[in-house]
């Protein structure tokens, strides 16, 4: 049967298995592999440095979510002055907002691999809680 074979793909294909043609017979095995812990002690984390250095990375890109980011960035930057235990979580909502609309910028996975050192601090700093902020790296 002739017609197009082609893959197109908008955004990320992780972890798939994609096969095209006629009569194929695949057989896959796709394993995930546990993202390795955040090293940095938490009481050595200077969160708002961190925060100033993925702000800088991320306003850094051409997205026309630009202004959301910018706001999810306060959040996290007021977040992370406030001393209450809810704090953190909240923190980290706002961190992921940030990362959810950068994602969408065309350059976000060349930045990734800059802001990865930081963010993995961040995540020392909120907790084993949190370790979903690193599936954004990738």
Do not use: C
């Not at 194929?24 to 984390?45: L, Q, S, W």
């Not at 250095?53 to 930057?77: F, N, P, V, W, Y």
């Not at 940030?98 to 700093?125: E, G, Q, R």
Request: net charge negative; no cysteine; aromatic share 2%.
């Amino acid at each position: 049967m002739a017609g197009d074979r082609g893959v197109r793909i908008g955004r990320d294909a992780v972890g798939n298995v994609i096969t095209t043609g006629d009569d194929n017979v695949v057989e896959a095995h796709v394993t995930a592999t546990k993202r390795e812990a955040p090293v940095a002690d938490p009481a050595t984390v200077d969160v708002a440095k961190e925060l100033a250095a993925i702000r800088a990375l991320l306003t850094s890109l051409e997205s026309e979510h630009a202004q959301k980011i910018g706001r999810a960035l306060d959040d996290a930057d007021e977040e992370a002055d406030n001393k209450d235990a809810g704090s953190k979580d909240e923190l980290g909502k706002a961190l992921d907002r940030a990362l959810n609309y950068a994602k969408s910028a065309s350059a976000f996975a060349l930045t990734a691999s800059k802001l990865a050192p930081h963010l993995k601090n961040i995540v020392a700093w909120l907790g084993d809680k949190w370790g979903a902020l690193l599936t954004h790296l990738v």
